[in-house]
Nanobody, 116 residues
Framework: EVQLVESGGGLVQAGGSLRLSCAAS????????IGWFRQSPGKEREGVSC????????YYADSVKGRFTISRDNAKNTVYLQMSSLKPEDTAVYYC?????????WGQGTQVTVSS
């Protein structure tokens, strides 16, 4: 059974930093890209960042480019999202995602709240 468990969210002041973790199990972790998405109240879920299976290709949404860094540790089956220079508009529930066609798998999410 695929499981994705996010952690590391919390309340932080604008300009601060947080590191999110996504611990994965139930599949061959280093065979798959993993993504981070976020959703704010009243908004659609949006893609934030993604990392390839071999850690050599990354993607960032324009809104987080230069502030967020995605990485993975295949030995620990974990993907990280280092978030710096946080802004109030980064407030959202953050989810990690595995796309294993034809299914999408999601974790339960972790709340990030950035106060101004």
């Amino acid at each position: 059974e695929v499981q994705l468990v996010e952690s590391g969210g919390g309340l932080v002041q604008a300009g601060g930093s947080l590191r999110l973790s996504c611990a994965a199990s139930g599949f061959t972790f280093d065979d798959y890209a993993i993504g981070w998405f976020r959703q704010s109240p009243g908004k659609e879920r949006e893609g934030v960042s993604c990392i390839s299976s071999s850690d050599d290709i990354t993607y960032y949404a324009d809104s987080v480019k230069g502030r967020f860094t995605i990485s993975r540790d295949n030995a620990k089956n974990t993907v990280y999202l280092q978030m710096s220079s946080l802004k109030p508009e980064d407030t959202a529930v953050y989810y990690c995602n595995l796309r294993r066609i034809p299914y999408d798998y999601w974790g339960q999410g972790t709340q990030v709240t950035v106060s101004s």
